[in-house]
């Protein structure tokens, strides 16, 4: 049998430390990927967050202005009223104050 000497023990540290290296960045890699997927995940929601924070507003600034239409509505139905019921300068005089 041969003996090992200094040199092969060397060369099979050598590989190994190679292996082991290529193991590592492997798993880093691995690790890399992993982070970036969750990123994009992260920034998908954020977008769907934001979207659906803003249609939300959209359709209360929508609702709030019909609301506001109706209000007005009304206010000037009870106008009409009045100078139905009231003609002359009076009448216009009891409509602009119902109106603003």
């Known amino acids: ?35 970036a997927i969750a990123s994009q995940y992260q920034e998908r929601a954020s977008t769907a967050v934001e979207y659906y924070a803003s249609q939300m507003q959209s359709e209360q600034a929508v609702a709030e202005k019909a609301l506001e239409a109706t209000m007005l509505n009304e206010r000037q139905g009870h106008g009409e009223l009045v100078m139905q019921l009231m003609p002359g300068r009076d009448a216009q005089m009891a409509y602009s104050v119902l109106v603003c």
């Open 1 to 35: 049998m041969k003996k090992f000497n200094w040199r092969d023990f060397t060369e099979i540290f050598g590989i190994a430390s190679i292996v082991g290296s290529l193991i590592f960045v492997g798993l880093q890699l691995n690790q890399s990927q992993e982070i």
